[in-house]
């Protein structure tokens, strides 16, 4: 039975595990090797969308980073997932080559890091590759225009802009490692009236073969190219750590990874962690079939209508997986405050829509990184 009592020993322990995490050696100097955590228990405040679009910039400016430390730690994340540049292309840091939000109140992302590793935590920068609003709108010869969707392709002068943005933003501010998202080639849909004159290009430089004068190329020639764009973006990626702090950890996001222009790729070989982002455990098992030995495979719970926390984290089998979760905020730039995810059965956050189906999955998420029953209840 659950107990106040039993709470309250829980959290002493809990307490006593994150001083020694502090005292192990989390990173707190730039450069430094990370302690990674033995289960990550990982979590994002999504800064990237609203109402179904890439936030504006400047969107969220004054949020505050020991507010958003405070809520990660309540949550009992070990890992914080923020932002170094979002979909919009704009930075959540100053003084970089890429320009801050707009109205950036604190110098965000640095800040989160010194406050995370004071309490034992590691945290990590998000770079969105596939798609940045800035860009697009800086060259609309090098993007399909600047829509909430994959518009990049991955020309010379794009990966050249994205390694500088990295490096820059990995030793600027001292992150423990950044996550990628979004590593694939433009959406087909953007394609559909023809390709770009830098993407035909593009696809002839890697393929060695004349861009079809039909205006589509074969699936197999198509396969064949974003293929290798996507290990060529990778190895500029990886270069670009390496350059300025190859101890950065490398986060692959991928929603799904049973798509062939990733199978066996080097990607998935060499990156750090990767993390099933889709609810289907088959995509995370044929992830796993093709990381290398050294990387970490990470199972997302949040984010997702489909999502079901509570039940994954009752099996037993799933207990000792690294985890993760991501929820959009509310106006004041957090989700709802962790005692209210605490003070309420899991089941009565349950709802039909996306703002519900992350509340429910959060319930449940805080109930076991911080090491409580399912059932537990808090006054």
Same mark, same amino acid.
């Given at each position: 039975?659950?107990?106040?009592?039993?709470?309250?020993?829980?959290?002493?322990?809990?307490?006593?595990?994150?001083?020694?995490?502090?005292?192990?050696?989390?990173?707190?100097?730039?450069?430094?090797?990370?302690?990674?955590?033995? %289960?990550?228990?990982?979590?994002?405040?999504?800064?990237?969308?609203?109402?179904?679009?890439?936030?504006?910039?400047?969107?969220?400016?004054?949020?505050?980073?020991?507010?958003?430390?405070?809520?990660?730690? =309540?949550?009992?994340?070990?890992?914080? %997932?923020?932002?170094?540049?979002?979909? $919009?292309?704009?930075?959540?840091?100053?003084?970089?080559?890429?320009?801050?939000?707009?109205?950036?109140?604190?110098?965000?992302?640095?800040?989160?890091?010194?406050?995370?590793?004071?309490?034992?935590?590691?945290?990590?920068?998000?770079?969105?590759?596939?798609?940045?609003?800035?860009?697009?709108?800086?060259?609309?010869?090098?993007?399909? =225009?600047?829509?909430?969707?994959?518009?990049?392709?991955?020309?010379?002068?794009?990966?050249?802009?994205?390694?500088?943005?990295?490096?820059?933003?990995?030793?600027?501010? =001292?992150?423990?490692?950044?996550?990628?998202?979004?590593?694939?080639?433009?959406?087909?849909? *953007?394609?559909?009236?023809?390709?770009?004159?830098?993407?035909?290009?593009?696809?002839?430089?890697?393929?060695?073969?004349?861009?079809?004068?039909?205006?589509?190329?074969?699936?197999?020639?198509?396969?064949?190219?974003?293929?290798?764009?996507?290990? !060529?973006?990778?190895?500029?990626?990886?270069?670009?750590?390496?350059?300025?702090?190859?101890?950065?950890?490398?986060? *692959?996001?991928?929603?799904?990874?049973? !798509?062939?222009?990733?199978?066996?790729?080097?990607?998935?070989?060499?990156?750090?962690?990767?993390? $099933?982002?889709?609810?289907?455990?088959?995509?995370?098992?044929?992830?796993?079939?093709?990381?290398?030995?050294?990387?970490?495979?990470? %199972? $997302?719970?949040?984010?997702?209508?489909?999502?079901?926390?509570?039940?994954?984290?009752?099996?037993?089998?799933? !207990?000792?997986?690294?985890?993760?979760?991501?929820?959009?905020?509310?106006?004041?730039?957090?989700?709802?405050?962790?005692?209210?995810? *605490?003070?309420?059965?899991?089941?009565?956050?349950?709802?039909?829509?996306?703002?519900?189906?992350?509340?429910?999955?959060?319930?449940?998420?805080?109930?076991?990184? !911080?090491?409580?029953?399912?059932?537990?209840?808090?006054?």
């Amino acid at each position: 039975m659950f107990t106040r009592r039993g709470f309250l020993e829980r959290v002493a322990t809990a307490a006593g595990a994150a001083g020694m995490m502090g005292a192990a050696g989390v990173a707190t100097a730039a450069g430094e090797r990370p302690n990674i955590p033995s %289960q990550i228990k990982a979590f994002c405040i999504d800064f990237n969308w609203v109402e179904g679009k890439f936030a504006p910039p400047g969107h969220w400016a004054n949020a505050s980073p020991s507010e958003h430390v405070a809520w990660y730690q =309540g949550l009992g994340a070990n890992v914080i %997932q923020t932002f170094a540049v979002s979909c $919009n292309g704009y930075a959540w840091y100053k003084g970089g080559p890429v320009p801050a939000q707009p109205g950036l109140k604190h110098n965000f992302l640095p800040e989160v890091v010194k406050l995370a590793h004071k309490k034992g935590m590691l945290a990590m920068g998000y770079f969105c590759v596939g798609a940045n609003s800035l860009w697009g709108a800086n060259h609309p010869d090098l993007s399909y =225009g600047t829509p909430s969707t994959l518009h990049i392709p991955f020309t010379d002068a794009y990966l050249d802009y994205l390694a500088r943005s990295m490096g820059d933003a990995v030793k600027r501010t =001292g992150m423990d490692g950044t996550m990628i998202d979004w590593v694939w080639n433009p959406a087909n849909s *953007l394609r559909a009236q023809g390709w770009l004159p830098a993407e035909q290009k593009l696809f002839t430089q890697l393929t060695g073969k004349p861009f079809p004068a039909g205006g589509q190329p074969a699936p197999e020639d198509k396969l064949d190219y974003e293929w290798k764009a996507i290990d !060529r973006c990778w190895a500029r990626i990886k270069e670009a750590r390496d350059k300025a702090n190859p101890n950065c950890v490398l986060w *692959l996001s991928v929603n799904d990874l049973s !798509r062939p222009c990733i199978k066996d790729s080097p990607l998935l070989r060499e990156v750090d962690w990767v993390m $099933n982002e889709s609810p289907d455990p088959k995509l995370y098992e044929i992830g796993r079939g093709m990381v290398g030995a050294r990387t970490r495979m990470i %199972q $997302n719970l949040v984010g997702w209508t489909n999502h079901d926390a509570k039940s994954f984290l009752t099996d037993p089998n799933h !207990r000792g997986m690294d985890l993760y979760g991501f929820a959009g905020p509310g106006e004041n730039s957090l989700p709802l405050p962790i005692a209210e995810y *605490l003070r309420k059965p899991v089941d009565d956050f349950k709802g039909k829509d996306h703002s519900a189906a992350n509340n429910y999955n959060i319930a449940a998420l805080a109930r076991f990184y !911080r090491g409580l029953p399912m059932d537990a209840v808090l006054p």
